[in-house]
C-alpha cells in the first residue's frame, strides 16, 4: 500500500509539473503583454500627432516651392529679364546668365525673403502674449490650433492667385501674400502653444513622456 501510495505521488508531483508554468515563460508573457500594452498605448494615446505630420510637411513643400516662386518673379516681373535668362536661372545653367543677372536677382529674393522672416516672427509674438492669456482664462486650445493652419491654407492661396497673375503682381504682393495670412492668426508660436496646452490637458503623470515622445 505504501508504494502504491508513493507512487501516486509521485505521478501527481510530475502532473503538476508539466502544468505550471517554468518562471522563463511567465516572464515571457510578462514581457508580451507590457509590450502589447505599451503599443496600444501609444496607439490610442494619438491626438495631435497626425495633424503635425500633415502641417509640418505640407509647410516645407509649399516653402520651397515659394522659394522658386520669387526667383521668377523678381526675374521676369521686378528686373525685367528676358525668359531665356530667367529659364537659366532657374535650371542653375551658368552659361545663359551673366553673375551680375545673378546677383541682381539673388539680392532682391534675399530681401524679400528677409522681409517675409521678419513679418512672420514679429506679429506672432506680439500676438502671442495676448493668446496664451486668452487661451487660460477660456479654457479655449483649438483655436490657437487651427487659427495657424487657416493661416497656412490662406497662405497657399494667395501663391496660387500670384501664380495666375503673375504678370500684374510684383513680388512685394507675393511675399505679404506669403507672409501675413500666417503671421496675423499666430503663426508656429500659436500653434506650438495651443498644441502643449491642449496635451498637457488630460495628461496624467504616468503617461506624460509618452505623450511628448510621440
Not at 522563463?24 to 501609444?42: A, L, Q
Not at 522658386?68 to 542653375?92: F, P
Not at 546668365?97 to 522681409?115: C, D, P
Request: charge should be positive.
Amino acid at each position: 500500500m505504501n508504494n502504491h501510495s508513493s507512487e501516486q505521488t509521485n505521478k501527481i508531483h510530475v502532473d503538476e509539473e508539466k502544468i505550471m508554468p517554468t518562471s522563463n515563460e511567465t516572464d515571457r508573457h510578462v514581457n508580451r503583454t507590457s509590450v502589447s500594452k505599451y503599443v496600444s498605448k501609444c496607439i490610442f494615446g494619438i491626438s495631435l500627432e497626425p495633424i503635425f505630420f500633415c502641417v509640418i510637411f505640407t509647410s516645407v513643400m509649399y516653402q520651397l516651392v515659394a522659394q522658386n516662386l520669387y526667383l521668377e518673379k523678381a526675374c521676369r516681373v521686378n528686373i525685367g529679364y528676358d525668359s531665356s535668362v530667367c529659364n537659366a536661372l532657374t535650371a542653375r545653367n551658368r552659361s545663359g546668365y551673366s553673375r551680375f543677372q545673378e546677383a541682381n536677382v539673388q539680392k532682391l529674393v534675399t530681401q524679400m525673403i528677409g522681409l517675409r522672416t521678419a513679418i512672420q516672427s514679429f506679429f506672432p509674438v506680439c500676438l502671442v502674449l495676448f493668446l496664451g492669456s486668452w487661451s487660460d482664462r477660456h479654457r479655449r486650445r483649438k483655436p490657437l490650433i487651427m487659427f495657424p493652419i487657416i493661416g497656412e491654407i490662406l497662405c497657399c492661396v494667395a501663391l496660387i492667385i500670384n501664380v495666375i497673375f503673375f504678370e500684374e503682381l510684383p513680388l512685394i504682393y507675393t511675399v505679404l501674400g506669403d507672409s501675413l495670412p500666417l503671421a496675423l492668426l499666430g503663426g508656429w508660436p500659436s500653434l506650438f502653444i495651443g498644441s502643449y496646452s491642449y496635451v498637457g490637458k488630460d495628461v496624467t503623470i504616468r503617461t506624460e513622456h509618452l505623450k511628448w515622445e510621440l
